[in-house]
Structure formats: structure tokens, C-alpha cells
């Protein structure tokens, strides 16, 4: 959390930014996530798959997908007056998953991008996560043709801790990727001020 300009002067309303990441599987949606709510033109570090890469990715459930991030996606979404979110999507293959560690320092929290048709795909997003206790939803990104399941079911086919955050959207939205990271940093903010308490009680 660091602030948008340091040098305010006292009296005034200093802008907040905070760092969310945007994770999961090959394919589930994070560039399309971040491209739909971003207020600024998106950085993207997408190249095209190649026959080699087919090799290595599993493209089964994404087979007309022909570009792959292989660093980050950076927007940035103003949620009110005084707070925005930059947001970083990560890489979803296996092999990129080193950049993960650089990309998750100074998060306040994460959104796990999921897929019903592949929902093992993010197995390991929440791993990690909670592993490293950041705080994160999962928002499944509800795709065209595919069955619908209900919250409660991808909590418990996810074994998420109790509380977790899961809900429903569409990537594609902005309205409802906004809501999707609306819902973050409440969440977030609720499980930092938990442990802040704790640790002074």
C-alpha cells in the first residue's frame, strides 16, 4: 500500500494505491479480467503460442487461444476518490511460475481466476495463497457452454478455508470484474485488520 503522491500536503486527501494480483490457469480470462476494468490502456506481455509451446501447455478447453502472457498484465482501476487498485496479472503456465514470488510482493490480495470446465487448473493460485496467507477470492469466470455451478460447490470442490470468497462473474464485464475486486479488498481489509488485532492482543 503505498501512497499515489507522497509529497501532499498535511490537511489533504492522499490517494491510496494498492497492489492486487490476478491469477490461475492457462486460459481462464486474467488478461481479459484486467483489460476490462482497467482505466488506462493495459500493458501486456503476450506472445503467440507456438507449435513447441503446444508441446509443454495443456490447451485442452482453450484450443483457439493463440497468444500467452509470459510476464505480467498491468491496469489500474479507480474503485473511488482516493483509492485506486493496480492490478498485475501473472502468468499462467507452469513455467512462468517464478515470476510469481517478484509479482506477489506488497500484494494486499489476489483474485484466483477459475474455470468450471478446468477447475483444477487453480489448484495451484490457491495453494499459494494460502500458503503465504494473502487473501484472495475466487471468481469464476462464467464461460459460454459451460455448466453452471453455484458458489457453495466450488468452495467445497476447492476445499477453501472457511470464509473464502467465491463468486460468480464474467471477465469480459467491467461492472462485474469491478465487483469481483470490490469484493477483494473487502475481504482483504476485514483479514489484515483480524490479524492486526491479534497480534496486539
Not at 93 to 114: K, M, S
Not at 145 to 166: E, F, I, K, N, S
Amino acid at each position: 500500500m503505498v501512497p499515489e503522491h507522497p509529497d501532499t500536503p498535511v490537511g489533504e486527501t492522499t490517494a491510496l494505491a494498492l497492489k492486487i494480483l490476478v491469477a490461475g490457469g492457462f486460459g481462464v480470462g486474467k488478461t481479459t479480467l484486467v483489460g476490462a476494468v482497467s482505466e488506462i490502456r493495459p500493458l501486456r506481455t503476450e506472445e503467440l503460442l507456438s507449435e513447441a509451446g503446444r508441446t509443454v501447455d495443456d490447451t485442452e478447453g482453450v484450443d483457439r487461444k493463440v497468444t500467452t502472457t509470459v510476464a505480467m498484465d498491468f491496469g489500474r482501476i479507480t474503485i473511488r476518490a482516493g483509492l485506486s487498485l493496480y492490478l498485475f496479472g501473472t502468468p499462467g503456465q507452469d513455467r512462468f511460475w517464478f515470476l510469481w514470488d517478484e509479482l506477489a510482493q506488497g500484494a494486499l490480495g489476489a483474485v484466483v481466476l477459475a474455470d468450471t470446465r478446468r477447475l483444477e487448473d487453480c489448484f495451484p493460485a490457491v495453494d499459494y495463497f494460502e500458503h503465504r496467507k494473502i487473501p484472495f477470492v475466487v471468481a469464476v469466470n462464467c464461460f459460454a457452454g459451460a455448466r453452471q455451478h453455484d458458489a457453495d460447490d466450488v468452495c467445497r470442490a476447492l476445499d477453501l478455508d472457511l470464509g473464502t470468497p467465491v463468486v460468480l462473474c464474467d471477465a469480459r464485464e467491467r461492472d462485474s470484474g469491478k465487483e469481483v475486486l470490490i469484493r477483494l479488498v473487502e475481504y482483504a481489509g476485514r483479514m489484515h485488520t483480524a490479524r492486526l488485532l491479534d497480534s496486539v492482543g
